[in-house]
């Protein structure tokens, strides 16, 4: 499915005791020859993003419910290292067998994630950028198929990669001032990757979700729950209690009913991206260094200076 999507636009292995295994992340159970973690960025690595990567994410624990704190100033925007750092977390706190529920925030109010960092796809370095894109398969595999309930609280902006965060969990508050969520990434010249522009079809629809990838359409709150991409709308002092009551909620449902349900609707499509890893990884940065995509890469960074 996968190369098939790629080729258009110019994706096995859950061992069979992944049920009765249940309390396991669905992403562990699967061959590890195609969900190996790059925990370290190349040797080109710049000093100052080694020394920030120490606070990119915070995790709170308290009692059965996990907090992990996106902490990259200023919006989030997903590098290599706070990818990985994410994917590091969300492993670390499945490893302890009391939290049942992880909810997903912001630091900042203003922004829950801006998305990929672009300036990993303008110019990319050819050893950083396959491990860059491989980093944020990982994430998607990593909080897609995890044990633990998870929920965003999205009290932000939420374009592009930061919806794919939000769309990854299984339950999405959005406080009713926290501004637009979607995927945007024909805006700036480029398309969200089959395991992604897919999840937003199963989302909100094939219709709504076709015109949405195509028009890149960031939407307000109250148009993301009209669509099913938002789970519920609160007002905005609100988001987080409410966040921590679904959190509730999902952690009384015993651990391996929950993972059996959400093998059941999601093993096809972690299956779907495992499978064919290596060769999303090398169709994307293919398709990124196209020489027409750079430029459009480069007009729309030069637009955001402008705006500045």
């Given at each position: 499915?996968?190369?098939?999507?790629?080729?258009?636009?110019?994706?096995?292995?859950?061992?069979?005791?992944?049920?009765?295994?249940?309390?396991?992340?669905?992403?562990?159970?699967?061959?590890?020859?195609?969900?190996?973690?790059?925990?370290s960025?190349?040797?080109?690595?710049?000093?100052?993003?080694?020394?920030?990567?120490?606070?990119?994410?915070?995790?709170?624990?308290?009692?059965?419910?996990?907090?992990?704190i996106?902490?990259?100033?200023?919006?989030?925007?997903?590098?290599?290292?706070?990818?990985?750092?994410?994917?590091?977390?969300?492993?670390?706190?499945?490893?302890?067998?009391?939290?049942?529920?992880?909810?997903?925030?912001?630091s900042?109010?203003?922004?829950?994630?801006a998305?990929?960092?672009?300036?990993?796809?303008?110019?990319?370095?050819?050893?950083?950028?396959?491990?860059?894109?491989?980093?944020?398969?990982q994430?998607?595999?990593?909080?897609?198929?995890?044990?633990?309930?998870?929920?965003?609280?999205?009290?932000?902006?939420?374009?592009?990669?930061?919806?794919?965060?939000?769309?990854?969990?299984?339950?999405?508050?959005?406080?009713?001032?926290?501004?637009?969520?979607?995927?945007n990434?024909?805006?700036?010249?480029?398309?969200?990757?089959?395991?992604?522009?897919?999840?937003?079809?199963?989302?909100?629809?094939?219709r709504?979700?076709?015109?949405?990838l195509?028009?890149?359409?960031?939407?307000?709150?109250?148009?993301?729950?009209?669509?099913?991409?938002?789970d519920?709308?609160?007002?905005?002092?609100?988001?987080?209690?409410?966040?921590?009551?679904?959190?509730?909620?999902?952690?009384?449902?015993?651990?391996?009913?929950?993972?059996?349900?959400?093998?059941?609707?999601?093993?096809?499509?972690?299956?779907d991206?495992?499978?064919?890893?290596?060769?999303?990884?090398?169709?994307?940065?293919?398709?990124?260094?196209?020489?027409?995509?750079?430029?459009?890469?480069?007009?729309?960074?030069?637009?955001?200076?402008?705006?500045?």
């Open positions: 499915m996968i190369r098939n999507v790629w080729r258009l636009q110019g994706l096995n292995a859950f061992v069979n005791d992944g049920v009765r295994k249940g309390c396991r992340s669905l992403s562990t159970v699967v061959s590890n020859r195609n969900v190996s973690t790059s925990s960025a190349s040797t080109s690595t710049s000093s100052s993003k080694v020394e920030e990567e120490d606070n990119l994410v915070k995790i709170e624990i308290d009692n059965n419910i996990a907090t992990l996106l902490n990259r100033k200023p919006v989030n925007s997903l590098s290599f290292e706070l990818l990985t750092a994410i994917s590091s977390s969300i492993k670390e706190v499945e490893k302890d067998r009391k939290v049942n529920s992880l909810i997903i925030k912001s900042s109010r203003a922004t829950f994630s998305g990929l960092d672009l300036t990993e796809l303008y110019n990319p370095s050819p050893t950083r950028l396959p491990k860059f894109w491989r980093s944020f398969q994430l998607f595999i990593d909080l897609y198929g995890s044990r633990l309930a998870t929920v965003a609280a999205i009290e932000g902006h939420a374009p592009a990669a930061g919806c794919m965060i939000a769309l990854s969990c299984d339950n999405r508050v959005m406080g009713n001032k926290a501004g637009v969520i979607g995927l990434e024909s805006k700036f010249g480029i398309c969200a990757p089959p395991w992604l522009g897919q999840l937003m079809l199963r989302s909100i629809g094939f709504n979700g076709e015109k949405a195509a028009l890149g359409t960031l939407y307000t709150p109250q148009e993301a729950l009209s669509l099913g991409l938002v519920r709308v609160v007002e905005q002092e609100d988001v987080l209690g409410v966040a921590r009551e679904v959190a509730e909620e999902w952690s009384a449902i015993p651990p391996h009913a929950l993972v059996a349900c959400k093998t059941l609707s999601r093993k096809e499509f972690i299956d991206l495992i499978q064919n890893r290596d060769e999303d990884v090398d169709y994307f940065c293919n398709f990124i260094t196209n020489d027409k995509v750079q430029a459009g890469l480069g007009a729309y960074l030069e637009s955001l200076k402008n705006k500045k």
